[in-house]
């Protein structure tokens, strides 16, 4: 399993402000293999920034970023594509759904990687996301909290010592909220998985070991 070690690390929109109060930029934070964090800020500071930079679809333009100690920065694009493969999985703030494949369709581009977890698996999750009647529809054709647990489910169908998630709960009532929440921290549990979920509330609605503010 996987630390994440964020190095002094300043998006080239932050370097011309001065004294910036922040946990995350300009500071050495380490996420520890299995913690489950949250990345608690405004619009604007940054969160979906730093999940990539994670994820490895952004290059870090200051400072480093690690993962056991190997910097990203020393990473081929194929060591970098093999880490999305293996050991990370995320959920971007804009879904990246295939809106013209189905639930099932979209989902099963990730779990065809692995066997485990089996769609015995996926169905679960699907009725406790109360999801489950709603595999074969077009994705394009579900509402955007619907959307939202399909892409969890997408994320979680894959092998990944890290979880990242940005907002995922933001179209979701409190009730939905609560049972997506409790899965992905089931699921992060029996991987021994870290997870960081990036939310706009200063207080997360959800349990976290740490909060941090970006």
Same mark, same amino acid.
């Given at each position: 399993m996987s630390d994440i070690l964020a190095d002094r690390i300043l998006p080239e929109f932050f370097t011309a402000v001065e004294h910036r109060v922040s946990d995350v930029w300009g500071q050495r934070l380490q996420f520890k293999s299995g913690g489950f964090y949250a990345l608690s800020a405004a619009s604007g500071k940054g969160k979906s920034t730093l999940l990539n930079y994670i994820f490895g679809v952004r290059r870090v %333009? !200051?400072?480093?970023?690690?993962w056991n100690d190997r910097s990203v920065l020393d990473m081929s694009p194929e060591e970098r594509s093999a880490l999305r493969s293996t050991k990370v999985s995320m959920v971007f703030q804009d879904l990246q759904l295939f809106g013209h494949l189905t639930a099932r369709e979209n989902i099963a581009i990730k779990l065809q990687r692995t066997n485990d977890p089996s769609w015995e698996s996926v169905l679960h999750w699907a009725q406790l996301l109360e999801v489950h009647s709603l595999l074969? *529809?077009?994705?394009? *054709?579900l509402s955007l909290g619907q959307q939202q647990r399909v892409a969890v489910m997408r994320a979680?169908?894959? %092998?990944? #010592?890290? &979880? &990242?998630?940005? #907002? %995922?709960?933001?179209?979701?009532?409190? !009730?939905?909220?609560? *049972? &997506?929440?409790? &899965?992905?921290r089931d699921e992060c549990s029996r991987r021994k998985a870290g997870c960081i979920v990036s939310t706009l509330e200063q207080k997360p609605s959800f349990e976290a070991d740490e909060t941090v503010y970006c």
């Open positions: %333009p !200051n400072g480093d970023l690690k074969d *529809r077009p994705c394009d *054709r979680l169908a894959q %092998p990944f #010592e890290w &979880l &990242l998630m940005d #907002e %995922p709960t933001s179209h979701l009532d409190a !009730n939905n909220a609560l *049972r &997506l929440m409790n &899965l992905v």
